[in-house]
Every structure is written in C-alpha cells, then in structure tokens.
C-alpha cells in the first residue's frame, strides 16, 4: 500500500505513463 501511494503522487505528473501506471495498478490490487 505504501508504494501505492508514493508512486500515485508522480503518476499526476506523467500523465504518458498513467495507461501504464492504471494496468499495474489493477494487477497489483488482484494480487493483493
């Protein structure tokens, strides 16, 4: 959860990579 938090700060500031970001996002909250 913590690492969630730190990265969605920056995810605002890289708006390219929040496609990315998005999908991992998911895939790590299934895993968890």
């Keep these: 959860i913590n690492e969630l938090s730190h990265v969605n700060i920056p995810v605002m ?3 390219d ?3 990315a970001y998005s999908k991992l996002k998911v895939d790590n909250h ?3």
């Design 13 to 15: 500031l890289l708006p």
């Design 17 to 19: 990579d929040f496609r």
């Design 30 to 32: 299934l895993f968890n």
